[in-house]
């Protein structure tokens, strides 16, 4: 089916090329909107879970693992989204010349699975959070019953389209960023915070350390993935595109990334609690602070989840299933509840659920890399991305593309808790060598 792309649409909520015109983002407002996005509990258990006495790493050991993961997340989104920001195409119709025209859907497929799951557990989250509140004010609760509200209002907002998640989340950044500093300030002052055990302890900063940065960092491997779909709502507004989505990814990923994990820390220290949501209570000093905690909690579960995991399904799913961008959402919520997220979120399942996806989406990122840096050297040619005639290689799918991502993930998945550290130089490496050998040039001509 071929498409008209002789003009670009109107709307950021289709997946046809964004008129840099009509984008809704600038820098700013996007690092605002990753603010929000960053402020979440799942990395708040990440330095949870690292430090001693829950894990093996001493205070200096998490933090560091906690900026390289960041500065490596940021780097990775600023490459994967230069596409995205140029052209004005998600990460879908990017996908193309990678995998393939069918390829790129089982892509996207996968990545999908992780943010649905996501945004499942972040919903859950909120909820358990909203329990906490009505206990303490009523006496009463129902946490099915908040999950599905929770849901229910964030699939609204999402509903209302991508002007609507960029303004929302850009102005819950400030109010978000107020509590978290508002939380800090009490902490300390009730000094409930011992550091010389965490610090005494030798810890590792060998293989220990290396697998925990790297659990870090395979929490935004979906984020990575599909940066197109954010950066392509940005207008560059003549500027090196290259130096504005640095600047806003590093503004954007690394503040939030360093308070929740330092966030962590503190609970873990202060009380013991591997549940974020029952340390941060525990610290309340009364009960009017343990709600606004918890307010704190639910707006940032639901920011995170409209760009980080409603956004990107819901602009696949158009492709896929040839639906609308309102259509997505529906799926994407239904598909949320089907996803048990209250089984998800425990320490038994958390790491080695995104240690699992990580090692196919790792290696997809490297390939997409790989190709549009190298092999196209950033150039590419958006009618024939949009005419499904071309980058058909053999009946959808590259040779070289699924190839590469196969390999790199049974690479990957034997090193897990490494997958990233193993898995994408490899896949990298993998994909240039295939490309440069030919193996795709047969079917590419057949379509040029």
């Not at 119709?93 to 699975?113: H, N, P």
């Not at 509200?149 to 999402?158: F, T, V």
């Not at 989840?305 to 239904?334: C, E, H, M």
Request: with cysteine; hydrophobic share 50%.
């Amino acid at each position: 089916m071929n498409r008209d792309t002789s003009k670009r649409q109107d709307s950021p909520d289709g997946i046809l090329p964004v008129a840099q015109d009509k984008r809704p983002m600038t820098q700013s407002s996007y690092a605002l909107v990753f603010w929000s996005s960053g402020i979440i509990v799942q990395i708040m258990v990440i330095g949870q879970y690292l430090l001693y006495p829950t894990g093996s790493l001493n205070f200096i050991q998490v933090l560091a693992a906690g900026i390289v993961a960041s500065i490596g997340v940021a780097l990775l989104m600023t490459f994967q989204g230069h596409a995205g920001m140029k052209y004005g195409i998600p990460f879908i119709v990017q996908g193309r010349t990678s995998f393939g025209t069918k390829g790129t859907k089982f892509v996207a497929i996968l990545r999908c699975i992780p943010a649905i799951a996501w945004n499942g557990i972040g919903t859950w989250i909120g909820a358990l959070a909203l329990e906490q509140v009505t206990n303490t004010l009523f006496g009463f609760s129902n946490v099915w019953v908040y999950f599905f509200l929770i849901l229910s209002l964030q699939s609204i907002l999402a509903y209302r389209g991508i002007e609507t998640i960029s303004k929302f989340n850009g102005a819950m950044s400030f109010i978000i960023f107020s509590m978290l500093i508002y939380f800090f300030y009490v902490v300390f002052s009730e000094g409930n915070i011992d550091f010389s055990t965490a610090s005494e302890i030798p810890g590792s900063w060998g293989l220990a350390w290396i697998a925990g940065m790297m659990a870090a960092f395979a929490n935004w491997t979906t984020v990575i993935l599909n940066s197109s779909d954010l950066t392509r709502q940005i207008n560059p507004k003549g500027k090196s595109i290259l130096k504005t989505s640095a600047i806003a990814n590093f503004a954007g990923v690394l503040p939030p990334w360093l308070f929740m994990i330092v966030s962590g820390m503190f609970i873990g220290l202060a009380t013991g609690s591997t549940d974020p949501i029952a340390g941060l209570v525990q610290l309340s000093p009364n009960p009017v602070f343990g709600i606004v905690l918890l307010v704190f909690i639910i707006l940032a579960q639901i920011t995170s989840n409209l760009t980080l995991n409603i956004l990107p399904p819901a602009l696949a799913f158009q492709d896929i299933f040839k639906t609308s961008w309102r259509g997505g959402i529906i799926y994407v919520s239904i598909l949320s509840v089907v996803t048990a997220p209250w089984l998800l979120f425990s320490s038994d399942y958390f790491f080695k659920f995104q240690n699992f996806y990580s090692s196919f989406l790792g290696p997809a990122a490297a390939i997409m890399i790989a190709d549009y840096f190298i092999i196209r050297k950033r150039k590419l040619n958006i009618e024939k991305l949009y005419d499904e005639n071309h980058y058909n290689y053999k009946s959808g799918f590259s040779p070289v593309g699924m190839g590469s991502l196969i390999c790199g993930a049974i690479v990957s998945f034997l090193f897990l808790d490494y997958s990233w550290l193993i898995g994408f130089p490899f896949t990298f490496m993998l994909f240039l060598t295939m490309k440069k050998l030919g193996a795709d040039q047969y079917f590419e001509k057949k379509v040029a």
